[in-house]
């Protein structure tokens, strides 16, 4: 799947991971590490302007769009 929601625009974002272990006093202070937010990104076939069209839409805009659409 493609890393972009075609509607939102809604990409990867970065972010810390932080151990649950080892979480206190500076002498037992907890790792953090980088790690990558991933959208969720389906390909789905809505309707625009009438016609089918194929996107990579992400989960929030397609449950919208069933919503906006009745």
């Known amino acids: 799947m ?6 939102c625009g809604k990409t990867v974002h970065m972010g ?5 272990q080892n979480t ?4 037992r202070r907890a790792t953090k590490k980088p790690r990558a937010f991933i959208p969720n990104i389906q ?7 009438g016609v089918p ?3 990579n839409i992400c989960t929030r ?8 659409r009745g």
Do not use: P, Q, S
């Open 2 to 7: 493609a890393g972009t929601c075609e509607v």
């Open 16 to 20: 810390r991971t932080i151990r649950f």
């Open 24 to 27: 206190g006093k500076w002498f």
């Open 43 to 49: 390909r789905a076939t809505l309707m625009v302007n």
């Open 53 to 55: 069209t194929r996107l």
């Open 61 to 68: 805009c397609l449950r919208t769009a069933h919503k906006v």
